[in-house]
């Protein structure tokens, strides 16, 4: 395995086994698995989300000790600092995810998975997603590419996409949460438009790095940033687009934990094919709300 700019070959495949233990634990605990809430009674949480977070943190801040480590399942009034110092804007920051699509998970339909990102000045350099149901990590980065294997094998490389290009005008597989299919159920009925549902972000990401979906957009300015650093990640380091309807980089603007904007990941075109398709019902939308 090679090394990146920010990683040593060392760091990464400790981290990719990390994950892979930490997916392979949400399978060992999910049957009789406890419930919880967290904001909200549809914010559930659960004791795998726990413990994942807890596996994943220690081993990060135990491997990367000036670095600053972020879980979704940390104390969400997060000052981000490291001892008595503020967390200034080139510190290395971790962004954990330790079951994205928790609902998924208690479902038990195999739609989640465990996510790990890199940011160094804020923008992502590196990315795990491990899909737990089908044994299967995606890791990768800009500048080092796009890799994926099955648990206990080789890494094999995924090909790069920058040269798989969207016409604007021509149709497109697009994934979206389910937030945003309720929201804007419009979408469904565009003729350019072959709707692909999948729970999990990480996921939505790997989907299309497998070929089997073209774009994920989300409009709905609700996601955080550890849902989006490690696949935002992977996807750059596979030539894929990621920025947004009005944006054409994903900005994490830390220490706001929230995009406060449309998000966008997709074969390259991806960016022009939303706004040539999605811009003006959305701002239409907005005047009317």
Not at 20 to 38: C, F, N, T, Y
Not at 148 to 175: F, V, W, Y
Request: charged content about 25%; some cysteine.
């Amino acid at each position: 395995m090679a090394s990146s700019r920010h990683l040593s070959s060392q760091d990464i495949e400790s981290v990719s086994r990390l994950v892979e233990e930490a997916g392979e634990l949400a399978l060992a605990m999910r049957d009789g698995v406890d419930i919880s809430h967290k904001t909200s009674f549809d914010d559930k949480v659960t004791g795998a989300d726990t413990a994942l977070s807890t596996l994943i943190t220690a081993h990060l801040k135990q491997r990367f000790p000036n670095d600053c480590v972020v879980s979704e399942e940390d104390d969400q009034d997060l000052h981000f600092s490291k001892g008595s110092e503020p967390l200034g804007t080139s510190t290395r920051i971790w962004m954990i995810d330790p079951i994205d699509g928790t609902q998924n998970y208690i479902l038990d339909d195999g739609q989640y998975c465990v996510m790990v990102g890199l940011l160094v000045d804020l923008q992502p350099v590196f990315g795990w997603v491990y899909e737990p149901h089908t044994s299967t990590l995606y890791f990768g980065g800009p500048e080092y590419g796009a890799f994926k294997r099955k648990l206990g094998a080789q890494s094999d490389a995924i090909a790069c996409l920058s040269n798989t290009k969207i016409n604007p005008l021509s149709k497109a597989r697009l994934l979206m949460g389910s937030r945003d299919r309720k929201k804007h159920s419009w979408i469904g009925d565009l003729a350019l438009v072959d709707l692909v549902k999948i729970g999990s972000i990480g996921l939505k990401v790997a989907r299309i790095l497998d070929g089997d979906a073209d774009i994920f957009a989300h409009l709905s300015c609700k996601l955080k940033t550890w849902d989006t650093a490690g696949p935002a990640a992977i996807a750059l380091g596979a030539g894929l687009e990621v920025g947004g309807l009005d944006c054409d980089r994903l900005l994490f603007p830390l220490p706001q934990l929230l995009h406060d904007t449309s998000i966008i990941m997709g074969l390259p075109g991806s960016l022009a094919w939303c706004r040539n398709h999605l811009v003006a019902p959305v701002e239409t939308e907005r005047k009317e709300s």
